[in-house]
C-alpha cells in the first residue's frame, strides 16, 4: 500500500463508499469494471476515481479495467477491515438497540462484545443474545477485554461522563452519538453522527430551494 | 443574508455545528463571546471563525465580540430553522423509533407528522402518541399531507422502491439510512445517513494509529 502517508482525508472519506459500491457490483455478479462504468455507477466523474485509486496503486489495467473483488479487497485492506474490532455499546435504547441489531456490522468484522446501561431495569435483558450490563460493571469489562471501539448513544450530560471514564479505562477510540462535542485526549479516536446536523443541511437546502424556485416565479 | 450564493459548502456544513455551540453557550447564560472564546470551545481557529461568520455579514464588531443569541438566530435563518417541516418516517424498528422519540427534533422545528411500516403487527401501535401507519396509506397520506422530509430506515432492497414511491408523490426531501445510495431527481433532496462508513472511518483511523505506533515501536 504505497504512499498511503500523503492521502488527502477527501480521498479516505470516499474509500467507504467505493467500498459498498463495488459490494454491490460483487452482488450483482459483475467481475470486471471498468472506470468509466464505475463512474455511473456511483455518480462520479471517471477521472476522479482513476485519480483516487491512484493514490494506491493503481489497481487497474489500462483498456481492462479493475478486477471488482481484488479491488474492494485492497480497499478493505486500507480501510483496516482485514482486522476484527470489538465494539460495546452504551446506552440501550432505541438507538443503541438499532445498532446493536444491525448484523452488516459485524459482517465487516464490527463484533459486539457487550451493551451498557444504567437503567438497572435494562440489565439482564437480551438483544440479539447480547446481555445489557450494568454501567457499574463496565470498568471491569474494560479491564478484562480489549475493547476497540465504544459507541455512545446516552443523552448529552451523561455522554461526556461515559467519555470520561472510557478514555481513563484506556478506549482506543468513541463513535458518539450525543448531541456534542465530546473533549477528548488526542490519542482517542473520535467519530461523531450528529444526527440533529443532518437534518439541519436539510432545512438549509430546503430554504435555499425554496427560494430558487420563489425567484423564478418573481421573474415571470 | 447577504452573498449567500457564494458561501462554499465547507462553510455551510460548519453552520449546523455553530448553531449547536452557542447553544450550548446559551444554556451556560453567555451573553456575548469574542471569536477567541468561541474558537477555544469549538477547538477552531478564531480566523477560521472571523471568517466563516464574514460570509453572512459579520455579526460581529471588533473588541466586542459576538451576541450569542442574536448569532444563533440567525444562523438559525440561515439554515432555515425559522420555519417548521413536516416530517415522516418509514420504519418503526429500532432507528425509526429512535428518530421518532427524539424530542431534539421537534424543537429545531421538524414535527413528526406520521410513522409508517410494511409490518402489519405494528400497525396502530403507538410511539410517543404517533401511531403507525401500514404503508398501503402512505400514499394517501402524503396527497392529503404536505410533507417536506421524509426519513427512510428501512432495509436496503426495501429503500429504494420506498424513495420512488415518495418521489412520485411529491417528496422534497430524503433523510436516507438505508445503506445505499438512492437514485432520485436532481430537484429531491437526498441526505444520507450511512453509519457503516462512519465506523469504516474509525477502523481505518485505527489501522494507521496501530501502524504508526508500530513503527516507533520498531525504531527503539
Request: hydrophobic share 35%; glycine share 10%; no cysteine.
Given at each position: 500500500m504505497p504512499e498511503q502517508n500523503t492521502i488527502s482525508n477527501a480521498v479516505i472519506k470516499r474509500l467507504p463508499r467505493y467500498y459498498r459500491h463495488l459490494g454491490e457490483l460483487m452482488e450483482q455478479g459483475v467481475e470486471r469494471i471498468s472506470s468509466g462504468e464505475l463512474s455511473k455507477h456511483m455518480n462520479v466523474t471517471a477521472s476522479q476515481i482513476r485519480q483516487d485509486l491512484n493514490h494506491f496503486g493503481g489497481f487497474g489495467q489500462q483498456g481492462y479495467g479493475y478486477n471488482v473483488a481484488f479491488l474492494r479487497q485492497e480497499i478493505g485492506k486500507i480501510l483496516g477491515l482485514d482486522k476484527q474490532y470489538k465494539v460495546i455499546i452504551i446506552g440501550a435504547g432505541n438507538l443503541g438497540r438499532a445498532l446493536a441489531n444491525y448484523t452488516n456490522f459485524e459482517k465487516t468484522g464490527?463484533?459486539?462484545a457487550g451493551i451498557f446501561d444504567?437503567?438497572?431495569?435494562?440489565?439482564g435483558t437480551k438483544i440479539r443474545g447480547i446481555g445489557v450490563q450494568s454501567m457499574k460493571d463496565l470498568p471491569d469489562f474494560l479491564l478484562k477485554q480489549k475493547v476497540d471501539i465504544a459507541a455512545i448513544t446516552v443523552p448529552r450530560d451523561a455522554a461526556r461522563e461515559v467519555a470520561d471514564e472510557l478514555v481513563k479505562s484506556g478506549i482506543s477510540a468513541i463513535w458518539n452519538f450525543a448531541h456534542t462535542d465530546l473533549q477528548v485526549p488526542d490519542h482517542v479516536i473520535v467519530e461523531s453522527v450528529h444526527l440533529s446536523e443532518s437534518l439541519m443541511r436539510i432545512s438549509y437546502n430546503l430554504r435555499v430551494k425554496e427560494e430558487s424556485t420563489g425567484q423564478k416565479k418573481n421573474r415571470k
Amino acid at each position: 500500500m504505497p504512499e498511503q502517508n500523503t492521502i488527502s482525508n477527501a480521498v479516505i472519506k470516499r474509500l467507504p463508499r467505493y467500498y459498498r459500491h463495488l459490494g454491490e457490483l460483487m452482488e450483482q455478479g459483475v467481475e470486471r469494471i471498468s472506470s468509466g462504468e464505475l463512474s455511473k455507477h456511483m455518480n462520479v466523474t471517471a477521472s476522479q476515481i482513476r485519480q483516487d485509486l491512484n493514490h494506491f496503486g493503481g489497481f487497474g489495467q489500462q483498456g481492462y479495467g479493475y478486477n471488482v473483488a481484488f479491488l474492494r479487497q485492497e480497499i478493505g485492506k486500507i480501510l483496516g477491515l482485514d482486522k476484527q474490532y470489538k465494539v460495546i455499546i452504551i446506552g440501550a435504547g432505541n438507538l443503541g438497540r438499532a445498532l446493536a441489531n444491525y448484523t452488516n456490522f459485524e459482517k465487516t468484522g464490527f463484533m459486539i462484545a457487550g451493551i451498557f446501561d444504567s437503567n438497572p431495569e435494562l440489565k439482564g435483558t437480551k438483544i440479539r443474545g447480547i446481555g445489557v450490563q450494568s454501567m457499574k460493571d463496565l470498568p471491569d469489562f474494560l479491564l478484562k477485554q480489549k475493547v476497540d471501539i465504544a459507541a455512545i448513544t446516552v443523552p448529552r450530560d451523561a455522554a461526556r461522563e461515559v467519555a470520561d471514564e472510557l478514555v481513563k479505562s484506556g478506549i482506543s477510540a468513541i463513535w458518539n452519538f450525543a448531541h456534542t462535542d465530546l473533549q477528548v485526549p488526542d490519542h482517542v479516536i473520535v467519530e461523531s453522527v450528529h444526527l440533529s446536523e443532518s437534518l439541519m443541511r436539510i432545512s438549509y437546502n430546503l430554504r435555499v430551494k425554496e427560494e430558487s424556485t420563489g425567484q423564478k416565479k418573481n421573474r415571470k
